[in-house]
């Protein structure tokens, strides 16, 4: 009664178009997907996580619906929609919700409108001020789905599409819904560039978490979206915790405390311990404070034997969607052979930090994982574990 279980995902970020793609992207020797960008921050070339396929056409949307964040939520429907048009056949529109991470909305359709009206003297007939809305993308889905469930977004920075899932889960085991579309997205756009980048927490390289010469993320963009039910499939969401330890309005709380009480939570409700999780998916940034509060908090519950990686080098740090699309990593991982996602960096390690175990190219399980982690951490102090299992 209380098992649910997450479909295998849509997804669309930097380092993949689709599940295959993103499959092939995470366990390769070789990065991909972030890349040279000088279109995002007027002005300014840096790595950005950036989707580079062709989005579906938001034109037969609302016109307060139209965004760039919309049209990343609909390529990753689109690869979902059997699935989801399943569920809904199954248990009626009205048992079937949606609660989806978001931090950015349609900010990127306000930033164009905005240098509109300074170049023209008049706002443009393609914006709507609610593109910008927070709870647009869940009300997108549910009104083009015709669903009748609750619908909502999380909005707790690079945390909400780890916390989604979490709040999907909840709807099931409230009794509230027997399904959920749970996921996250998030579009580039030169307002959280900047704003990061005032933050000294942006690097123009490459991202290189855990490494000593680490300098800041790259930004990213995308969408996954899951099928989150009571009927059996191949991977479990087994377990999730959240913890606000509200340290700092951006840094993290140097020990760790937050992160290793939504670990700890996670593993509890999942019925696990420590020694049963076989692969951990690091928040990983690449910023001085999260890779060294990060690798203190897991060190301090795993040791420093557990094979770890951050996938951010190769889909970029996509803020409210990043936890939805670590999901599907971990799904892929969970779901798989036992082949682990690479962590990608220079190599040099940082003699300060914990050294936990770093996925190198090529380093694989001898069988398959029955149980990994995903962590996702964000301003505030606000902090979300997963546990996705394979039985």
């Not at 709040?167 to 998030?186: E, K």
Request: aromatic share 4%; net charge negative.
């Amino acid at each position: 009664m209380n098992d649910v279980y997450l479909q295998s995902p849509g997804v669309i970020c930097a380092a993949g178009h689709d599940l295959a793609s993103l499959r092939d992207a995470v366990f390769a020797s070789q990065p991909c997907g972030v890349a040279m960008n000088g279109s995002v921050w007027s002005g300014h070339e840096l790595h950005l996580g950036a989707v580079r396929a062709e989005l579906p056409s938001v034109d037969a949307l609302p016109l307060q619906q139209r965004s760039r964040n919309n049209a990343l939520l609909l390529a990753a429907l689109a690869q979902i929609r059997d699935r989801v048009d399943e569920a809904i056949a199954r248990h009626g529109a009205d048992r079937v919700g949606v609660v989806l991470g978001t931090s950015t909305s349609g900010v990127a359709e306000s930033e164009a409108a905005i240098a509109a009206l300074a170049r023209e003297g008049q706002l443009p007939a393609s914006f709507h001020v609610e593109q910008q809305e927070l709870g647009s993308p869940a009300l997108m889905l549910a009104q083009l789905l015709g669903l009748g469930g609750p619908r909502y977004v999380v909005s707790t920075a690079c945390s909400s599409g780890a916390k989604a899932l979490a709040s999907g889960a909840r709807l099931l085991r409230a009794g509230l819904c027997d399904a959920v579309l749970v996921g996250g997205v998030d579009a580039l756009c030169g307002m959280t560039v900047a704003g990061f980048a005032a933050l000294d927490s942006v690097d123009a390289a490459r991202c290189r978490p855990m490494s000593a010469t680490r300098a800041g993320i790259n930004i990213g963009e995308g969408a996954a979206l899951f099928v989150l039910s009571r009927e059996p499939s191949a991977v479990r969401l087994s377990g999730y915790g959240e913890s606000s330890d509200a340290h700092h309005i951006s840094a993290p709380e140097p020990t760790g405390r937050g992160a290793l009480a939504a670990m700890r939570e996670a593993l509890d409700r999942a019925g696990l311990t420590p020694a049963d999780i076989d692969y951990l998916n690091l928040h990983g940034t690449a910023t001085a404070q999260n890779d060294a509060m990060e690798s203190r908090a897991v060190a301090e519950l795993f040791g420093l034997a557990l094979p770890c990686s951050s996938t951010k080098p190769l889909t970029g740090h996509a803020l409210g969607a990043a936890g939805a699309i670590e999901a599907a990593i971990a799904w892929l991982t969970v779901a798989g052979d036992g082949h682990l996602p690479v962590h990608h960096f220079d190599g040099v390690r940082d003699a300060e930090l914990p050294q936990i175990t770093l996925v190198a190219p090529g380093q694989r399980l001898a069988a398959a994982p029955r149980h990994v982690m995903s962590n996702s951490f964000a301003f505030g102090g606000n902090n979300a574990a997963l546990v996705l299992s394979h039985d």
